[in-house]
């Protein structure tokens, strides 16, 4: 239970993440403090994650979650300082939905609203669970893959992909293959069983990748029938995990950062840290594994930056919380580092 005496007490804000199939309430306090991180997450009947359905289920679902990290931080509505909400990038509907959830609590509680960048937000939770002080950090998500650092002001984006996400390659070719939803885990349970690289495009365009190609080349092996299952995850893994490395590395002997950090729902894979491992190791630089809860969406990273927005001044009047989902890391000035 928080007691609230004036001057002593950390400030208290809730979250609300929805970019996604995820719609996540976390609560964090300003002395760093992750009180709660409540999930729920949508799981399509069929296929990839329609965006209108999980925006419906965000809307059906967003009251419980709040009460439930309310609970779970022993906290009242009365007790939060201000609400912080992902503004972006991210599916719109799902967007819309966290950010009409956000502005009509801070309304109703008379609190500010402070909209926070999702990208930013996974590295920011992850500099804080990690004790990462300025780390390149490879964000590997369902939604996102990413390589960045902090350099003059802003998070930088050294290498991204040009279409799909790794995660999104990874999904993809499980629900063609018939394997276990979400397809990351499933893939790697198999490619540890597999032992044949079968060739697939190596998609390394300067500093950026793409992996498209990449899932339409692993999709015809397997259409083939050429092919067991093992062998095709553990070549997509190979070959995918393969570029993320070589970007990461070339970022990393160009930033010079002392660390790495390794972010997303994909930074899970043991075969993608053990890669993340051996390029740290070879460039004198300290690997860092976010904890699973909270490197995949969710709400304690919004929360958290949250904070951080809040506390170097950052407010969104509701007239200006539109959300945009396309926006980009590296548009954001960052006024607490
Ligand atoms: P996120 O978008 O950050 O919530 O993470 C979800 C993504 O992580 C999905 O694409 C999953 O397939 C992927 N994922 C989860 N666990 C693993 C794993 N062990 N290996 C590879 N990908 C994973
Ligand atoms: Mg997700």
């Known amino acids: 239970m928080l007691l609230k005496v004036s001057g002593i007490n950390p400030l208290i804000c809730l979250g609300i993440e929805s970019t996604a199939d995820n719609l996540g309430v976390g609560i964090a306090s300003s002395d760093g403090m992750i009180l709660a991180n409540e999930v729920k997450v949508h799981v399509p009947d069929l296929g990839g994650i329609h965006p209108r359905e999980a925006a419906r289920h965000h809307s059906e679902n967003i009251g419980s979650v709040i009460t439930a990290a309310l609970?779970?931080?022993?906290?009242?509505?009365k007790d939060i300082?201000?609400?912080s909400f992902a503004q972006g990038p991210g599916l719109g509907p799902c967007l819309r939905t966290g950010a009409t959830g956000a502005?009509?609590?801070?309304s109703y509680l008379k609190v500010p609203l402070v909209g926070v960048n999702h990208c930013?937000?996974?590295?920011?939770v992850g500099r804080l669970a990690t004790g990462a002080k300025d780390p390149l950090t490879l964000y590997v998500s369902g939604g996102n893959t990413i390589v960045s650092g902090f350099e003059s002001g802003r998070y930088r984006v050294f290498g991204e992909t040009l279409d799909i996400a790794i995660g999104n390659c990874l999904d993809t070719f499980a629900r063609?293959?018939?394997l276990e939803y979400p397809g990351g885990?499933?893939?790697?349970?198999?490619a540890a069983q597999g032992s044949k690289l079968i060739p697939l495009p190596y998609a390394v365009k300067g500093m950026d990748m793409s992996f498209s190609g990449l899932l339409t080349a692993v999709s015809n092996e397997f259409r083939s029938g050429k092919h067991c299952i093992p062998d095709l995850c553990f070549s997509l893994q190979e070959t995918g995990y393969a570029m993320l490395g070589e970007v990461t590395e070339r970022a990393l002997a160009h930033t010079r950062k002392p660390e790495l950090l390794l972010t997303g729902g994909v930074g899970a894979n043991k075969r993608l840290r053990s890669v993340i491992r051996e390029i740290a190791e070879e460039q004198g630089a300290k690997p860092y594994y976010v904890p699973i809860s909270l490197a995949t969406d969710n709400g304690a990273m919004i929360?958290?930056?949250?904070?951080l927005a809040y506390t170097h001044g950052i407010r969104t009047p509701i007239e200006t919380s539109y959300v945009d989902p396309r926006w980009r890391l590296d548009e954001v000035e960052i006024p607490w580092r």
Do not use: C, N, Y
């Open 71 to 77: 609970t779970k931080a022993q906290i009242t509505a």
């Open 81 to 83: 300082d201000f609400v």
């Open 103 to 106: 502005r009509a609590l801070a």
């Open 120 to 124: 930013i937000s996974h590295i920011e």
């Open 176 to 178: 063609l293959a018939g």
């Open 185 to 190: 885990p499933a893939i790697e349970k198999f």
């Open 303 to 307: 929360a958290w930056t949250g904070i």
